[in-house]
């Protein structure tokens, strides 16, 4: 039998962020600029805080320049519209994002769709959506991305592999579906796409190859719905309270799981850092216009 392999987000994070860096190195003595990403942040989501923080320290870690533009939870939509219309025009950010969710007041899909798709490093415009479902260049959103990147560090091969990808999410499930069939270096794996609808999930997800769990509930999979020998990508992060502290639990029964898979991604630790290498990669790929 092949060894267990841990799918670590840490290293293969580390290993990303080096290469980036050193494309940021190689693209400043080509006369590129320095990369420059900035994130819109409104309100005090504790979870959004943390999440912009990390960003910016991988931006610091790899050579880019980043900016933080916060406005208050009952900011108007037209003063926000008016900081992306800035955003849009600043030759010196090359990628920006903003960060979700927003305060029900605002409009998400307006102020997505103000976003110049060149500058739209979360890949959430519908132009890029619909690059990406066409197989042109694009920005993909940052953690089917992230998820690649992670399959790709460990040599994991998904030509003519069974896919089940469990969740349809259109910033996960979906795109993940997508991709992973089309006929690139990073897909060419047949797909089966299983969601809350689907009757006898176990079937499906007994049959994959490469089983990829985006479905938001904690410990969705267990042991018994996993191939013996199967690869297993978990993207959940459910944050619970355990014994009175804030814990994030993966979507997969990870104890159990690692039993019977060859592979698997633990939470924390796993998809969660690579979703920041996603990020990052779509950032430098704007500053190099290779969208
Ligand atoms: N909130 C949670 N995840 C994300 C993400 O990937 N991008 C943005 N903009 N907001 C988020």
């Given at each position: 039998m092949t060894p267990f392999v841990l799918l670590d987000g840490k290293e293969a994070s580390k290993a990303w962020k080096e290469t980036i860096r050193l494309q940021v190195v190689s693209g400043l003595e080509k006369n590129k600029h320095r990369p420059h990403l900035a994130a819109l942040l409104v309100g005090d989501n504790p979870a959004s805080n943390a999440y912009v923080a990390g960003k910016i320290k991988d931006c610091e870690e790899v050579g880019f320049k980043s900016t933080l533009l916060r406005f208050p939870s009952d900011v108007q939509q037209e003063e926000l519209l008016e900081a992306i219309d800035a955003l849009n025009r600043r030759k010196d950010v090359n990628g920006y994002i903003v960060q979700l969710p927003l305060p029900l007041h605002i409009d998400q899909k307006a102020i997505l769709l103000a976003i110049d798709p060149k500058k739209d490093v979360d890949g959430f415009h519908p132009e890029n959506v619909g690059r990406m479902a066409l197989n042109l260049t694009t920005f993909i959103p940052a953690t089917p991305l992230g998820v690649l990147l992670l399959l790709k560090h460990y040599s994991i091969q998904t030509e003519g592999k069974h896919v089940v990808v469990v969740g349809r999410s259109q910033i996960v499930g979906s795109p993940m579906s997508i991709l992973l069939s089309q006929n690139n270096s990073f897909g060419n794996a047949t797909v089966t796409l299983v969601h809350s609808k689907t009757k006898n999930v176990s079937d499906f997800t007994r049959m994959a190859d490469i089983l990829i769990a985006a479905i938001g509930k904690p410990k969705f999979i267990t042991a018994d719905m996993v191939k013996p020998g199967a690869v297993v990508i978990d993207v959940g992060i459910n944050r619970l309270e355990v014994d009175g502290k804030s814990r994030l639990i993966g979507d997969v029964d990870f104890d159990n799981v690692k039993e019977v898979a060859s592979a698997i991604s633990p939470?924390?630790?796993?998809v969660g850092l690579m979703t920041r290498i996603g990020l990052l990669m779509n950032t430098l790929n704007a500053t190099h216009e290779t969208r």
């Open positions: 939470v924390p630790g796993g």
